[in-house]
C-alpha cells in the first residue's frame, strides 16, 4: 500500500527529521495541505493504523517517527508515476533525482536498484 499525497508529505517531514510532535508536523503540512489541526492528527492515527509511522509518549506530547523506508517508498512512487502517467514499461532514470533535496547521493544507487528489481517483478 502506498502512501497519499498528503501522508507522503507528512512523511518527508519525519524522513528528513524525526521524531516529531503532531503540532510540529501540522506547522509544517498547514501551508502546502491547508487543512486543520484536528485533520493532521486524523491524518496521523489513520497512518499509524497502516504501519507508515509510530507513535511514542514524550511526557504528555505524542512523538511521530516514520516506519515505512524513505527509498523503497519513493521508488515505489517512482514506478508508478512513470507506469501511470507516462505509460513507461521501463524504470525512470535514476539521473533525474540527482538534484532531489529529499535523497543524497547515496541513497540514489539504492533507489535505482530499487527501481530495476521493481521492473523485474512487473515482468514476471
Known amino acids: 500500500m502506498q502512501p497519499t499525497a498528503p501522508e507522503l508529505e ?6 528528513q527529521k524525526h521524531p516529531k510532535t503532531a503540532r510540529e508536523l ?7 495541505l491547508g487543512w486543520s489541526y484536528s485533520s493532521t492528527r ?4 489513520r497512518m499509524g493504523d497502516k504501519g507508515f509511522v509510530s507513535m511514542e509518549f514524550k511526557g504528555n506530547k505524542k512523538i511521530y ?4 523506508e524513505k527509498v523503497k517508498t519513493l521508488a515505489a512512487f517512482a514506478q508508478d508515476f512513470a507506469k501511470r502517467v507516462f505509460e513507461l514499461d521501463t524504470p525512470l532514470p535514476v539521473a533525474m533525482f540527482t538534484d532531489s533535496k529529499l535523497i543524497n547521493d547515496s541513497e540514489i544507487a539504492d533507489l535505482e536498484k530499487l527501481l530495476k528489481d521493481l521492473q523485474k517483478e512487473q515482468e514476471e
Open 10 to 15: 507528512i512523511l518527508k517531514l519525519l524522513w
Open 65 to 68: 517517527f516514520a516506519q515505512i
Open 42 to 45: 486524523k491524518t496521523l492515527e
Open 26 to 32: 501540522h506547522d509544517e503540512v498547514e501551508g502546502v
